[in-house]
């Protein structure tokens, strides 16, 4: 049996990514990478090949003759330079979402990735959890009709991450962390339509005054020094309108007055949906019907599908279902979001 062998770069989200890949019988974890040494052996023991070739320097991984295909796990600002240095080493790469911190970065990332022939794939587990998965195929089965509305948001009551600088520095925020998940998923299920402009307004309120932040102990408020950082948003929300005419409300909060929430609501001409709880919506001989749909929420099965997608498409030649060009259409959906919440005017995006 032919084996894939894949090095990890960051040991963030690295590390469910890894655990998935390396549950397969026909992928193996072979190497791991991150700035700080001290993380990977906790890591590595985790795994259940637990690798023992561990490398500070990215550039040395990519190097490495014992890895055929690396996933990218750093923070937003370090995935494009990363990737290309993966890509540049003639390695299959995965990246974590968003694809980038800015647009430009993300066009030339694609533009690498595509000219060179190598499987290249967004990691998204929202997208790949069982739930989502089953609504999108409803909709490319015709359950619905056809899906010309959707409503999609995020939101925390106390969510901004207190563990790493990145998060909160220019590049980062709410929508590239947590909105991404919501706007890719909501576009994947209504069918991958092309986006004509978006219309926005975002800021941060939370933030900047040190409040509503999250550790994996609870509710923090962290040192000054780290909220004296915070040069993205924490809220983020607007309209999304495709060239079909269909419409997309997107929304997202790190920190809010609110109930926490995650949701996805689809209008379609021939039925409609909720995510949460997962509820499909018809009329049937003139009778309204709202069909709950028992599907457990597993996480760890929406890390494994995105695994297994991967391993299928380096070993077997499938065509991939989520290329980092993907990444790039909804990068240019949340910067142009972001664009016109400052600006305070609609985004047009070229056909």
């Known amino acids: 049996m032919q084996e894939l062998r894949v090095g990890i770069i960051g040991m963030g989200i690295g590390r469910a990514n890894a655990i ?4 397969s019988p026909r992928c193996r974890v072979t190497a791991l990478c991150d700035i700080l040494p001290e993380r990977m052996p906790e890591i590595a023991a985790q795994i259940p090949s637990q ?11 990519c190097a490495s003759d014992e890895v055929d295909a690396i996933f990218v796990g750093t923070p937003n600002q370090f995935h494009v330079p990363v990737a290309m240095d993966v890509l540049k080493a003639g390695k299959h790469v995965m990246v974590t979402k968003p694809l ?20 290249n794939m967004m990691s998204l587990s929202t997208r790949y959890s069982p739930a989502i998965q089953f609504l999108g195929h409803q909709v490319q089965q015709g359950a619905m009709g ?33 909105g991404v998940h919501y706007l890719d998923s909501a576009w994947w299920v209504m069918g991958l339509p092309e986006p004509e402009s978006v219309m926005g307004v975002a800021g941060a309120k939370f933030g900047p005054r040190g409040q509503g932040y999250f550790s994996t ?13 915070f040069k993205a948003d924490d809220y983020g929300g607007g309209i999304v309108r495709f060239r079909n005419g269909a419409g997309l409300i997107i929304e997202s909060f790190w920190a809010s007055h609110q109930e926490p929430e995650r949701q996805i609501e689809l209008f379609g001409t021939e039925g409609g949906a909720t ?3 997962l509820t499909l919506f018809r009329t049937c001989d003139g009778e309204q019907q709202n069909i ?60």
């Not at 709950?292 to 995105?306: G, I």
């Not at 910067?335 to 016109?340: A, F, K, Q, T, V």
């Open 20 to 23: 998935a890949l390396d549950s």
């Open 51 to 61: 690798p023992d070739l561990f490398f500070t320097d990215h550039r040395e991984l």
């Open 100 to 119: 980038a911190d800015a647009l430009q970065p993300a066009e030339d990332l694609v533009a690498l990735a595509e000219s060179t022939g190598l499987v």
């Open 146 to 178: 056809e899906i010309y509305y959707a409503r999609a948001r995020s939101v925390r009551r106390d969510g901004i991450p207190a563990w790493s600088p990145g998060f909160v520095r220019e590049g980062g925020g709410a929508f590239r962390d947590m």
């Open 217 to 229: 102990e609870g509710r923090v408020r962290p040192p000054e020094e780290y909220w004296r950082q």
């Open 275 to 277: 995510l949460h709880p």
């Open 292 to 351: 709950a749909v028992e599907q457990p929420e597993d996480k760890q099965q929406a890390w494994l599908n995105v695994a297994q997608h991967f391993i299928d498409c380096i070993l077997d030649g499938v065509e991939c279902q989520a290329p980092l060009r993907h990444g790039l259409v909804v990068q240019r959906m949340m910067e142009g979001l972001l664009e016109s919440a400052q600006t305070g005017k609609p985004v047009y995006f070229p056909e």
